[in-house]
């Protein structure tokens, strides 16, 4: 049976991609839905509930910066939005979902975090239920500490709508009677100072039990009718606007990225207006008024019971204490071996392969503090996508260039919303001698590669990194990912060649082992899927898993649905938007998608291929998506040594096909269902394991 041909009936009736696709944008949405049920989870400890909400609204508020705003501005001409049908149908769904999420999501914050947190002691109060001495302290804090720094404005043809920063706390102020002046103007705009904290402690002796805070919005509500002698305010609400956020160069235009970028990134915080979010009680005419200001549509109105910024109740977190109240500590294994031997000689006997966050991403920054340190080490070569403000490994570059090492550093300017950090790492490089390049013009640099170059015995030899996650300290606590140390020629080779061709712009040569995106990454991807249904039309098993973060190339959907008709059998772990229906007769009913949701942020990307008992096992830094196989610099690199093939495979996939505690399958309607452990099954989540597995300290996490 010819399944190329099978599959191209199957779209010919369903002409719509709708017909054979997921929607994206729910796609996208539904992972939310995925973090609040651990946010109404009672078996997670409370302040990670409360975690998970913030997460959820971190997650909206880029969604809204960019996919929105890329929505809106697909049909945006001089400012005035002419959305065709398509994209406003496709915005009403989002924007309904969006409601229903964030609903929900205060739902949980009022109804089931908050009380709960007060009966352990950990308590967040609104004005009105401060006790008197609570109100008598908040209202000293406020003038000692808000008041001098608030500049109210009142609007007046000499005093317009002020600038409004994105995602920046606000408040709109409706007052009766005359100015100072004799005037009837009706209408204030005051900013929160962006240099206070937004949650704040009460003295210990201000707490009947446990700890107290209050939020600055709670404090400057309370006293906002301070602010204007002599007038009585009518109305007020607290309000929150979010802007597109995306930063844009013209790649023909521009001469130096780092200088462009850096003017962008001073009008990054004033773009176009995409969402606002008030108070639940706002009256509609302040609404209103704000929506006419921002020219933003009423659907994209949101009205919350809470703070309108709720990742800012992270400081809540991590003031709060209560280890009782959180995921139990763990440390991450740290193998002796790389304490006692020398590192170099460690990874010239074998790769060696790293599991993170469950080991210790440590023995990569001492892999590059070493070379730094190292006589014998000439030259360092590595990629710098996400890093942080704060990075040893940074450092450790510096210090080798000022070591006089050949030192060159890819540095990805345009990692969203990391791109200041990133300049200012490349200035510090550059004062130093290193050599700075900042990748390619139009293609995110996102693959996670570092090159060591050693004269050993007169020879040059190298060593080199690879991974699936960002060189950054904290997400390589945080987030699961692999990566490999590594002498094997052929495999330094390749990245070496990668780095001549990510700096003198050439057409890269042939690579041994790597797969290279733009120009072979998808191209190989689908030739590995292609060979799998081969195998299974010749009446062989042929087995595809693979574990990313989203799928949406139309591709690679179609080769998976051209092999799951074909027979392959094959388990998708998408941690988040996925457009491949599985389960469908007739074009993907030997195809099976799931979610992990847990502790940790899942990020690796492995890709298996049984392919007839070879068992080819690839890492990457890319997903399945058409920006990763297209517009970005994307490695995917075989895992050689059969042992570390298996560890990867009963570490990285089969744990996660097993999980039935934080595991979501997807149905072919595009809704996900909760996997739960029925009568004869033991509960198993596959973090939890690679916990106990891999870290040196056995604990419960608590899910």
Known sequence: MDTKVDLERTVQANPSQ????????????????RVLAQAENPDVPLLERLRYLCIVSSNLDEFFEVRIASILAQNRDDGVLADPPSLTASLERTNAECHQI??????????????????????????????????????AYFEREVRPLVTPIMLDPAHPFPQVVNKSLNFIVELNGKDAFGRGSAIAIMKAPRVLPRVIQLPKDLSKDGMTFCLLSSIIHANIGDMFTGRDVLAYSQFRVTRNSDLWVDEEEVKNLRQALQSELQSR???????????????????DFLLNQFAIDK???????????????????????????????????FPLKFVAEDIFSLIKAQD?????????????????????DDPDVLAIKQTIYRTGMNSDLMEALITAAMRGKEV?????LMARFDEEANINWANRLERVGAQVVYGVVGLKTHAKLALVIRREDGQLRSYAHLGTGNYHPTTTKLYTDFGILTANPALTSDVNEIFIHLT??????????LWLAPFALQKEFIKAIHNEAKIARAGRPGRIIAKMNALLDESVIRALYAASADGVKIDLIIRGACALKPGVNGLSENIRVRSIVGRFLEH???FYFRNDLAHDVYLSSADWMNRNLFRRIEVAFPILDKKLKTRVINEGLNPYLKDNVNAWELAPSGEYHKRKPNRKQVAFSAQQHLIRTLSSQSTDIGT
């Open 504 to 513: 003198s712009l050439t057409k890269p040569k042939k690579l041994n082992h």
């Open 102 to 139: 964030i609903e929900r999501q205060y739902a949980i914050l009022n109804g089931d975090i908050l009380p709960n947190l007060s009966a352990n002691g950990v308590h967040l109060l609104r004005h009105q239920d401060r006790n008197e001495a609570q109100r008598a302290w908040a209202k």
């Open 269 to 287: 915080q004033f773009g176009v207006a995409v969402r606002l979010e008030v108070s639940k009680n706002c009256p509609p005419h302040l609404a």
């Open 352 to 372: 060696i392969l790293l599991h993170h966050p469950f080991e210790s991403f440590q023995p990569v920054v001492d892999f590059i503090r070493t070379a730094a």
């Open 604 to 606: 690796s990307r492995i």
């Open 18 to 33: 709708s017909g054979i696709y997921l929607n994206r944008e729910l796609s996208q949405l539904a992972f939310n839905r």
């Open 408 to 412: 060159t550093v890819i540095v990805e």
């Open 299 to 333: 659907s994209r109105l949101y009205g919350v019971d809470g703070p309108v910024n709720m990742v800012r109740l992270s400081e809540l977190i991590e003031h709060a204490g209560k280890p009782a109240l959180r995921f139990p500590a763990f440390l991450p294994a």
